[in-house]
């Protein structure tokens, strides 16, 4: 079949499954969604390195790292650089890339605060020097992977948030107008400059931040940090759960299911893991996003939307879909946040395809020319969502220990800066950071359960719908934005 006609007849299909929401849309959706893998398409690679051992026994280390995570990783290859002769133990939950960094849609960008509009929201005093270690800490990230050979797949080609109502284009100027202002490269397409960058009828416009952004391969990031921090010297034990802390005075004593740690400072990079300190589950809570990926598109598939460029993308809805392409030219979909009780980390619902049945909804909403594609992966991921929106790193433990954490969806890149600035206030090392709020001010407290899981429930609730319909659940997220809260 030549292109022309293929093009056509997926054109003729979406049509025909569209229709009004009916028998003919949810049969396509159940058929694109039977064969899925209700797993993370990043872990599903043959490459994945092997785990390391468990940690059995005692053992005594200059830093402990608690969590084999993005900003554990981060944190073990950057202490050893600065710090060479530290002996650096990282103990592990579960493996490498299983928690929240192989879960991740992987869409990089300069910022260390979820976006430039987030941090003038929260910290406007300190604007710029937060956009110079925005920068510094991109730079860093790209000569890390350099100096240590790591293929994490990345590309540079920018990213893009789509206006996905005419309404939405008034929002986007001022966005282009603030980026404008710090120095960023940004431009601003109308409708049909957009859809030649990528193809769908919902966009009515984009702002494209061209570089200094790009995608990347989450899991293969971590794994290649994990390979760059044995190298230094660092020992990584994985299946290694913390099961309690202790302060002892001069040293904190941290014990696994078969062994324990004894170390002066430790440093927290476990997310929403309860980890024996109360007050941080006080400040960041777990959301679960969740995930599509589909089957690699063909030549002609690809052609149908365009996307030469390969930015990463994010859409203006108040319950936001972002998407981009994999090296193979897998779309990756994501969106459809949700809140499970006392932060579930693995809720059955995860586990259910009709979990996904409105997030493959909004892609062949997003694409109807792409109603052909099927799914071959679907999963649900944790954020650690926070009042401010971006990482902040907190003493403990009479200060040998510093928790860092609250990235709210945006830590794969973000994880590398707040890593190094928890280092920085653990060991009480000079650096421009420590002057500012960010690294001496944290996120406000969240309601505690049940108010948490009933204000989360009414949120998500409000989030859909309220583009269209306005009403109560428009003034709803006003009220939540007026309190702080990042939406």
């Given at each position: 079949?030549?292109?022309?006609?293929?093009?056509?007849?997926?054109?003729?299909?979406?049509?025909?499954?569209?229709?009004?929401?009916?028998?003919?849309?949810?049969?396509?959706?159940?058929?694109?969604?039977?064969?899925?893998?209700?797993?993370?398409?990043?872990?599903?690679?043959?490459?994945?390195?092997?785990a390391?051992?468990?940690?059995?026994?005692?053992?005594?280390?200059?830093?402990?790292?608690?969590?084999?995570?993005?900003?554990?990783?981060?944190?073990?290859v950057?202490?050893?650089?600065?710090m060479?002769?530290?002996?650096?133990?990282?103990?592990?939950?579960?493996?490498?890339?299983?928690?929240?960094?192989?879960?991740?849609?992987?869409?990089?960008?300069?910022?260390?605060?979820?976006?430039?509009?987030?941090?003038?929201?929260?910290?406007?005093?300190?604007?710029?020097?937060?956009?110079?270690?925005?920068?510094?800490?991109?730079?860093?990230?790209?000569?890390?992977?350099?100096?240590?050979?790591?293929?994490?797949?990345?590309?540079?080609?920018?990213?893009?948030?789509v206006?996905?109502?005419?309404?939405?284009?008034?929002?986007?100027?001022?966005?282009?107008?603030?980026?404008?202002?710090?120095?960023?490269?940004?431009?601003?397409?109308?409708?049909?400059?957009?859809?030649?960058?990528?193809?769908?009828?919902?966009?009515?416009?984009?702002?494209?931040?061209?570089?200094?952004?790009?995608?990347?391969?989450?899991?293969?990031?971590?794994?290649?940090?994990?390979?760059?921090a044995?190298?230094?010297?660092?020992?990584?034990?994985?299946?290694?759960?913390?099961?309690?802390?202790?302060?002892?005075?001069?040293?904190?004593?941290?014990?696994?299911?078969?062994?324990?740690?004894?170390?002066?400072?430790?440093?927290?990079?476990?997310?929403?893991?309860?980890?024996?300190?109360?007050?941080?589950?006080?400040?960041?809570?777990?959301?679960?996003?969740?995930?599509?990926?589909?089957?690699?598109?063909?030549?002609?598939?690809?052609?149908?939307?365009?996307?030469?460029?390969?930015?990463?993308?994010?859409?203006?809805?108040?319950?936001?879909?972002?998407?981009?392409?994999?090296?193979?030219?897998?779309?990756?979909?994501?969106?459809?946040?949700?809140?499970?009780?006392?932060?579930d980390?693995?809720?059955?619902?995860?586990?259910?395809?009709?979990?996904?049945?409105?997030?493959?909804?909004?892609?062949?909403?997003?694409?109807?020319?792409?109603?052909?594609?099927?799914?071959?992966?679907?999963?649900?991921?944790p954020?650690?969502?926070?009042?401010?929106?971006?990482?902040?790193?907190?003493?403990?433990?009479?200060?040998?220990?510093?928790?860092?954490?609250?990235?709210?969806?945006?830590?794969?890149a973000?994880?590398?800066?707040?890593?190094?600035m928890?280092?920085?206030?653990?060991?009480?090392?000079?650096?421009?950071?420590?002057?500012?709020?960010?690294?001496?001010?944290?996120?406000?407290?969240?309601?505690?359960?049940?108010?948490?899981?009933?204000?989360?429930?009414?949120?998500?609730?409000?989030?859909?719908?309220?583009?269209?319909?306005?009403?109560?659940?428009?003034?709803?997220?006003?009220?939540?934005?007026?309190?702080?809260?990042?939406?």
């Amino acid at each position: 079949m030549n292109q022309a006609l293929e093009t056509k007849v997926a054109q003729t299909s979406a049509e025909a499954h569209a229709g009004h929401g009916g028998a003919p849309a949810r049969l396509r959706v159940n058929e694109a969604l039977a064969h899925t893998k209700l797993s993370p398409y990043w872990l599903d690679d043959p490459a994945q390195p092997p785990a390391e051992r468990e940690l059995v026994g005692a053992t005594q280390a200059d830093l402990l790292i608690v969590g084999g995570g993005f900003t554990g990783l981060w944190a073990a290859v950057q202490a050893k650089e600065l710090m060479p002769q530290l002996d650096v133990v990282v103990i592990e939950a579960n493996r490498v890339a299983h928690g929240a960094s192989g879960r991740a849609g992987g869409i990089i960008s300069t910022s260390v605060m979820h976006g430039l509009p987030n941090a003038v929201r929260v910290f406007p005093n300190d604007i710029d020097q937060l956009e110079q270690f925005g920068q510094r800490n991109l730079d860093g990230f790209e000569a890390t992977l350099k100096r240590y050979g790591i293929d994490a797949d990345i590309e540079w080609n920018g990213e893009m948030t789509v206006a996905v109502d005419p309404d939405h284009l008034a929002h986007l100027r001022a966005d282009c107008d603030l980026h404008r202002s710090h120095g960023h490269d940004v431009v601003l397409l109308g409708e049909q400059a957009t859809r030649e960058q990528l193809n769908s009828p919902l966009f009515a416009g984009a702002l494209w931040s061209r570089n200094r952004s790009g995608i990347v391969h989450p899991a293969k990031l971590a794994w290649g940090l994990k390979r760059a921090a044995l190298s230094l010297g660092v020992r990584l034990y994985e299946h290694t759960p913390l099961v309690s802390v202790k302060d002892e005075g001069d040293t904190v004593f941290v014990s696994t299911p078969k062994g324990s740690v004894r170390a002066p400072r430790v440093l927290f990079g476990s997310g929403t893991a309860k980890v024996g300190i109360r007050d941080i589950n006080r400040r960041v809570m777990q959301v679960r996003d969740h995930v599509l990926a589909t089957e690699p598109l063909t030549e002609a598939q690809l052609a149908r939307i365009g996307w030469k460029n390969r930015q990463g993308i994010y859409d203006t809805r108040t319950q936001l879909n972002y998407f981009r392409l994999t090296k193979k030219n897998n779309i990756i979909f994501g969106g459809l946040v949700s809140y499970h009780f006392d932060g579930d980390s693995n809720p059955p619902q995860d586990e259910k395809r009709e979990t996904y049945y409105r997030l493959a909804q909004a892609f062949y909403k997003t694409f109807p020319q792409l109603s052909d594609v099927r799914f071959s992966h679907a999963w649900g991921g944790p954020i650690d969502y926070c009042s401010r929106g971006s990482v902040f790193a907190r003493r403990y433990l009479g200060g040998k220990g510093v928790f860092v954490a609250g990235y709210t969806g945006f830590g794969v890149a973000a994880s590398r800066f707040g890593a190094f600035m928890g280092l920085n206030i653990l060991f009480d090392r000079d650096s421009p950071e420590r002057g500012l709020d960010i690294a001496n001010q944290s996120p406000i407290y969240i309601p505690p359960e049940p108010f948490r899981w009933i204000g989360a429930k009414i949120t998500f609730h409000a989030f859909d719908g309220a583009d269209a319909q306005g009403g109560w659940k428009r003034a709803w997220i006003n009220g939540l934005k007026s309190m702080g809260f990042p939406m």
